[in-house]
């Protein structure tokens, strides 16, 4: 059974930095990618980065470019996304999902439908 956990969220001044986790378990796939998104009350899901496991290309929603970084730990089956200079318009709930049979990121992009799994998400907060 494939499971996304995710970690790491909370409450940040802004400017401050937070790395949230992805935890993903239960594949049998060998290459797929890991999604990062995120929502805020009354707005849009948003698509802001994403990792391939066949080659580690990733991709960043410009919202996002030069402050978040996305990494892997294939040992630990992990995803991580190091949030820096946070802004006050990144206060969201972030989740992670996993595209098995898309190839969205490997296209440049972070498109929720090709994403087939969810984690529950985690609340990040920017607060001074």
């Known amino acids: 059974q494939v499971q996304l956990v995710e970690s790491g969220g909370g409450v940040v001044q802004p400017g401050g930095s937070m790395r949230l986790s992805c935890v993903a378990s239960g594949f049998t796939m060998k290459y797929y990618a890991i999604g990062w998104f995120r929502q805020a009350p009354g707005k849009e899901r948003e698509g802001i980065s994403c990792i391939n496991t066949s080659d580690g290309s990733t991709y960043y929603a410009d919202s996002v470019k030069g402050r978040f970084t996305i990494s892997r730990d294939a040992t630990n089956n992990t995803v991580y996304l190091q949030m820096n200079s946070l802004k006050p318009e990144d206060p969201a709930k972030y989740y992670c999902?996993?595209?098995?049979?898309?190839?969205?990121?490997?296209?440049?992009?972070?498109?929720?439908?090709?994403?087939?799994?969810w984690g529950q998400g985690t609340q990040v907060t920017v607060s001074s």
């Open positions: 999902a996993t595209e098995l049979y898309g190839s969205s990121c490997q296209m440049g992009r972070v498109d929720s439908v090709e994403y087939d799994y």
